[in-house]
């Protein structure tokens, strides 16, 4: 069981936040409208309950659910609040047509929290390349980079507990490669595949 | 059926070979080194053919194989030969210590190569995400991306001569992301997955 705050309350916020308490995980919703946040608790049931915005969170794993350019400056805002916590940046920085980043440097959000982040927080980047209907009704996996093994191995306890299998990248600096494969699955359900009802993974072909 | 020439001698310009015989095509090898194509086109058989180094190939798909720094050279030095042709580029431009890109650019091969490639040439970026083992035993998913949409359906129904699932990602600017996908390959395979047996696919959850 993982003690997860999600900051953000629209849709991702909602799913992820469903899926967490359906895993037995308790959930905390962080909005920077309060009356909202409360709201979104109450739907999800199970317990979840509601923190002040800019406060230290209540779970230990703290996934920003913000649309991707609120991300930097949600975390800046929380500044020390976040300190110890394992940050979860699950955003796309897609530009206006979604064929591309909107930075081109080789960055990524989660690279650009980690700048920012308190002393003693950690950051993983995760779920970006599941779209927000499969991951309310499929099984995809979830890929995830991070420079902690630590805390790649407590996200991976929180996205086994969502029954889904994660898959770690590698280092965080993967972050943007994994931003790049969202473009991939833009890209792929506009031409190869034809609908949004799929996921990148990984297919084994063992002997 | 198509009719292709397999630039390179190397493991995946084998592999490639065999598959591609094995799916009904036609293949000619172009080796710097005359006897290591010959070699080679005899032991795929299936009437595979030697072609000559810089020469106009016989295939209508040219498949370019070899190492990533070789590449662009390569499509340079056939220059006009290769009018009309369709070349595919399957690289991976990795650093040192797979783990970034060998360019910092947002590029790719395969947008170099459209640089150098003579006019009425098309390039399409195709099977970079899967790995040798899995390209001879494996059903991977293989990602396409190219600006030209005839180019694309024409790798298309070689894929699927292959038994292999063509996916189309995009224009060919995608190709600097499935670069990437790559390398989120590679990170996987040492990481997440533990093996190396096994692609990048989509894997579908329809209602």
């Known amino acids: 069981m993982s003690s997860i705050s999600v ?13 967490a308490i359906a895993g037995g995980n308790t959930v905390e919703v962080m909005g920077r409208d309060q009356s909202k946040a409360a709201d979104l608790a109450k739907a999800l049931g199970g317990g979840a309950t509601t923190g002040e915005w800019g406060a ?3 779970g230990d794993i703290v996934i920003v659910a913000l649309l991707f350019d609120g991300v930097v400056p949600a975390v800046a805002r929380y500044g020390d609040a976040l300190a110890g916590k394992l940050i979860v940046d699950i955003s796309n920085p897609f530009n206006s047509t979604f064929d591309g980043l909107a930075h081109h440097e080789e ?13 003693g927080a950690t950051v993983v980047k995760a779920f970006n390349t599941v779209f ?21 191995a407590d996200v991976g306890v929180f996205v086994k507990s969502l029954g889904l299998r994660p898959l770690d990248v590698g280092d965080l600096k993967m972050a943007h490669w994994l931003e790049g494969a969202g473009l991939l699955t833009v890209g792929l359900a506009s031409h190869g595949v034809g609908h949004w009802d799929f996921a990148l993974g990984a297919t084994e072909f063992l002997d």
Do not use: H, Y
């Open 132 to 152: 927000r209907d499969v991951l309310e009704n499929g099984r995809p996996d979830v890929f995830i980079a991070g420079d902690s093994a630590q805390a790649k």
């Open 107 to 119: 960055t990524s959000i989660a690279q650009e929290v980690a700048k920012v982040a308190p002393a």
């Open 56 to 58: 230290v969170p209540a």
């Open 7 to 19: 900051i953000g309350t629209g849709n991702m916020a909602r799913t992820i936040g469903a899926r």
